[in-house]
C-alpha cells in the first residue's frame, strides 16, 4: 500500500522557517520524481517545487525561488522541504506528491499519481 506522510508543519512568524518531510512507502521510492504542492484557503492547488528521482534536477515556483530547498534521502525514503524568509503568503496545506518517471520534474498535478494528506503551514505576521 502506497502512502505519503508529510510532516513538520506548523504556525511560525514571518521570516522565520519550518522543514517539511514526506516519508514515502509502498513503492520504489527511488524511481519516482517528487513534487510538493500547496493550497491556501479558496484557491486552487498551486505547485511549489519538483525533484527528480535522483535528485539532479528540481524546479521551482518563481516566488519560493531563493528561500525555499527541496532536497531527497532516497536512502530513507524521505523528501524534505526547507522554506525560510517565510511569508505570510506562503500560508497554505502543503502536499508532497509522487510521479512515476524517474529523471523528469513537472509543476502540473495531474502528471502525480500518489499524494499525500497535507500538513498545514501557517505564517503570521
Known amino acids: 500500500q502506497v502512502q505519503l506522510v508529510e510532516s513538520g508543519g506548523g504556525l511560525v512568524q514571518a521570516g522565520g522557517s519550518l522543514r517539511l518531510s514526506c516519508a514515502a512507502s509502498g513503492y520504489s521510492f527511488s524511481s519516482y520524481a517528487m513534487g510538493w504542492f500547496r493550497q491556501a484557503p479558496g484557491l486552487e492547488r498551486e505547485f511549489v517545487v519538483a525533484?527528480?528521482?535522483?535528485?539532479?534536477?528540481?524546479d521551482y515556483l518563481e516566488s519560493v525561488k531563493g528561500r525555499f530547498t527541496v532536497s531527497r534521502d532516497n536512502a530513507k525514503n524521505t523528501v524534505y522541504l526547507q522554506m525560510s524568509s517565510l511569508k505570510q503568503e506562503d500560508t497554505a496545506l502543503y502536499y508532497c506528491?509522487?510521479?512515476?518517471?524517474?529523471?523528469?520534474?513537472?509543476?502540473?498535478?495531474?502528471?502525480?499519481?500518489?499524494w499525500g494528506q497535507g500538513t498545514q503551514v501557517t505564517v503570521s505576521s
Open positions: 506528491a509522487a510521479r512515476k518517471i524517474y529523471d523528469g520534474v513537472s509543476k502540473y498535478a495531474a502528471d502525480y499519481f500518489y
Open positions: 525533484i527528480s528521482g535522483s535528485g539532479r534536477t528540481t
